[in-house]
Structure formats: structure tokens, C-alpha cells
């Protein structure tokens, strides 16, 4: 199996794929079809799932990203967020709620904005991110990660963090704090903590999807 495709060479979904019109009804729902046991197969630690999956859909995901950031570095971290929830998650996914793209595109929504709204004033920013960022997503995160989903393979990625990146995501993902709450428990700046996050995420994105290409 051939390795994922980097990020940096995403592409909008609007350039990529031709206009919804040209394509029927039957044809739509057959690729939602696709989609949905890509994501169901994902959900069941199946990495060949994962990487088809990625590839299928995280064109829109980095679209949908970068409309809304209109920035290409944090459209790009936001669609590794969103993967990696993926990864981690897929089992949460529920077919009768939303169609896989529908599902995927909240993710991206939700993070997105949250990515926007941390660019505000410390106190909105603050308030905010306690209430929307660290919420059923990371837990999601924290309830999955570690019991199911390949432990070997999530616990292998982790292990690749340095010391304080792994302390970062221990607090942040499995201890539902927000970035301020994060930065205050380990005395640190609150730009030193979102830089270890950030960077620590873009490592177990790039650990997992080599783990997914190697299966």
C-alpha cells in the first residue's frame, strides 16, 4: 500500500471535483455508500479503511478548512485535527444522523471555528474553548484512544512524542482541560503550550498515517 498523500499537496474540493450537477442522484448515493463502510470498517480498526477513507475525503475536509481559516498552515493542521478524531472515533459515527461527508464536514466546521475564535481576546478565546473546543470531541478522543483502535499501534505514535508533548496532549485530550488550563498546570506560556500541541498532533497525524500505509 502506497503512503498517504501530504497534506501540503490538498487541493479545494471545489477545484478537484466537477459540479454537483453532473452528477446523478444514483451516482452520489453510491459514493455515500462507499464512504459510510469506509468509515464503518475505519471504526473497526481497519487501517487500509483509514488511508482509502483519507484520501476519498480529505481534499473537502482541507477545503472546507481553508474557506473558513483562509490560511493554508492552519487549514492544514485543522484537516490533521480532524483525522485524527477520525481515527480515533469512527466507531461514534452514526449512519441514521448524517451521511459520512455530512459528518466529517461538522468535525471540520466545529474545529475550524474553534481554530478562529482562539484568535480572539484571551477572555473570549478562553471561554469559548472550554466550552466548544474541549468538548464531545475530545472526548471522544479521550474516550477511545487507548482502549480500542489498534492500542498497540495508538500507544507505538504516542510514544514518539517528546516528554512535554505528551504531557500537553495527556492534559488537553484524556484530561479535558482547556490551552489556559493546560498552560496554568504546567506553568508555561499559553503560545508555548499551543505550539506543543500543535506540533505533537502533526506528529501521531504523520505516525498514524505511515502506521495506516504500512498495514
Request: neutral net charge.
Amino acid at each position: 500500500m502506497t503512503g498517504d498523500p501530504e497534506l501540503i499537496s490538498l487541493r479545494l474540493a471545489d477545484d478537484a471535483a466537477p459540479p454537483s450537477c453532473a452528477v446523478s442522484g444514483g451516482a452520489r448515493a453510491g459514493a455515500q455508500r462507499e464512504l459510510a463502510a469506509l468509515l464503518t470498517a475505519t471504526g473497526t480498526g481497519n487501517r487500509e479503511a483509514f488511508t482509502g477513507l483519507y484520501r476519498a475525503t480529505s481534499p473537502r475536509v482541507f477545503g472546507l478548512a481553508l474557506r473558513i481559516l483562509r490560511s493554508h498552515s492552519a487549514a492544514e493542521e485543522v484537516t490533521q485535527e480532524v483525522y485524527l478524531q477520525v481515527w480515533t472515533a469512527a466507531e461514534r459515527y452514526d449512519p441514521k444522523l448524517s451521511t459520512p461527508i455530512g459528518w466529517l464536514m461538522m468535525i471540520t466546521h466545529r474545529r475550524a471555528v474553534d481554530r478562529v475564535r482562539t484568535e480572539e481576546s484571551s477572555t473570549v478565546r478562553d471561554r469559548v474553548y472550554g466550552h466548544a473546543h474541549l468538548g464531545r470531541d475530545h472526548d471522544a478522543v479521550a474516550e477511545t484512544v487507548g482502549q480500542r483502535l489498534e492500542e498497540q499501534a495508538v500507544a507505538h505514535c504516542l510514544a514518539t512524542l517528546t516528554d512535554t508533548q505528551r504531557e500537553a496532549i495527556d492534559l488537553a485530550y484524556y484530561g479535558g482541560r482547556t490551552y489556559r488550563e493546560v498552560a496554568d498546570q504546567l506553568d508555561a506560556p499559553l503560545s508555548t503550550v499551543k505550539s506543543r500541541i500543535r506540533d505533537a498532533l502533526k506528529r501521531l497525524h504523520n505516525c498514524l498515517s505511515g502506521v495506516a500505509s504500512h498495514a
